[in-house]
């Protein structure tokens, strides 16, 4: 719907006054994407190998409607807490009244458990705006609780990936609202996380502690030789065998068509366990791009994290709470797309891709918005 409205623009030519972040952002959107088609047309690979990496591409219309023609903010950040609520809580319905062991909510448990956690982490970076508004106690309030509903969509899947980021999440949010905390609410936060922590650990029910010690006992096993499918095990395999083809093809990668049949080449040669060549990707997304699309599409896919990241970063301390509030989710984005992008090829799947795209133009098209009218003075809402 973004895409077709962004139709307008074509109409109405409004004044965008793009600036040179503006342009960057863009340029990494559609390099991304250019990368992506070249690579499915040189490997063979048809349209349906295009159709992902264009969604960077197709989220740059909307990206400058959403500049050009902002939604409100409570809209926009009420959408994304009733989101982590309806996450967390069909999660929380497939785990403890259907007994589903890994819930997927229609998708599959990392996807799914991945992208609740990141609707409750940007709750977490809406409480800046929160505190500016009329009620705020009520949005502080909201927010608060969706962040936990997300997280514990996150949680139920038992998609451990996620939760290896959860400190990194939290020095994000500590650098952007670290100052409105005083030194013994900091001590009385981090003992409620430490506290819950534990506590989410503790119950079976939930079956985090089932999945971290499956973890640390697949590590073990893989360390001591054995090599036989396990989850773990069959990802260290997947980048062994990566490796071995980004040593053979470093600049310009196999394509996904070439990796499949080298990677079971590999196997064939027992090099690697045939489990590790039945995926279609290295369930890395930095290893699996440098392996299909070499280094240039390393470089891309950085650009894609880092370029908006780093601009975002700059307004983390901005004296505007809005503006500071859409920074970090910006940051917070980036972040959790790594993260997530550790242990899964995140972007081949069509939720990842059409999430980060999307929230990416969404947020890029409001904080780039906001910037201009706090220079021209206009309040934010």
């Known amino acids: 719907m973004l895409l077709l409205g962004s139709v307008v623009l074509l109409i109405k030519r409004p004044a965008l006054a793009l600036s040179r972040q503006d342009a960057l952002v863009m ?10 088609v070249l690579e499915a047309w ?12 264009l969604r960077l591409l197709l989220a740059v219309p909307a990206l400058l409607l959403v500049m050009a023609y902002p939604p409100r903010l409570a809209w926009f950040w009420g959408g994304i807490a009733v989101g982590a609520i309806g996450a967390g809580g069909w999660g929380a319905w ?3 009244i259907e007994e589903v062991a890994r819930p997927g909510g229609y ?14 982490v940007l709750c977490l970076a809406a409480l800046g705006w929160a505190v500016t508004q009329r009620h705020r106690q009520l949005w502080v309030a909201l927010f608060l609780m969706a962040a936990l509903f997300g997280m514990a969509g996150s949680l139920f899947s038992g998609s451990r990936g996620g939760w290896i980021g959860i400190p990194f999440i939290l020095l994000v949010v500590f650098r952007a609202y670290g100052g409105f905390i005083s030194k013994r609410m900091l001590a009385g936060l981090v003992g409620i996380l430490l506290a819950g922590g534990l506590s989410v650990y503790a119950v079976p029910e ?21 090599r036989s499918y396990s989850s773990v095990g069959a990802r ?17 990668g196999w394509g996904a068509n070439g990796y499949a049949e080298a990677m079971q080449a590999l196997a064939d040669e027992g090099l690697i366990i045939e489990r590790a060549a039945e995926f279609g990707h290295a369930h890395n997304e930095f290893i699996d791009s440098f392996a299909k699309r070499g280094l240039v599409g390393l470089v891309v896919l950085l650009a894609i994290y880092l370029v908006p990241m780093r601009f975002f970063a700059k307004e983390m301390d901005a004296s505007d709470l809005s503006l500071r509030a859409t920074a970090t989710a910006g940051v917070l984005l980036s972040v959790t797309y790594i993260d997530f992008s550790l242990t899964q090829s995140f972007l081949s799947h069509n939720s990842g891709v059409m999430m980060y795209a999307f929230l990416l133009a969404v947020l890029w098209g409001l904080y780039s918005r906001q910037r201009k009218e706090l220079v021209r003075g206009k309040p934010q809402t």
């Open 94 to 96: 497939m785990k403890l």
């Open 236 to 252: 260290f395999e997947m980048w062994r065998g990566a490796g071995h083809l980004i040593a053979e093809k470093p600049l310009l």
């Open 206 to 226: 939930v079956g985090v502690q089932a999945r971290v010690n499956e973890a640390v006992e697949q590590v073990q096993r893989y360390v001591a030789g054995d």
């Open 42 to 53: 040189w490997d063979g690979q048809g349209s349906s190998g295009m159709d992902k990496p």
């Open 107 to 120: 998708n599959n448990p990392i996807q799914f458990g991945n992208l609740s956690m990141l609707l409750g």
């Open 27 to 36: 340029l990494a959107m559609a390099a991304y994407a250019l990368v992506g």
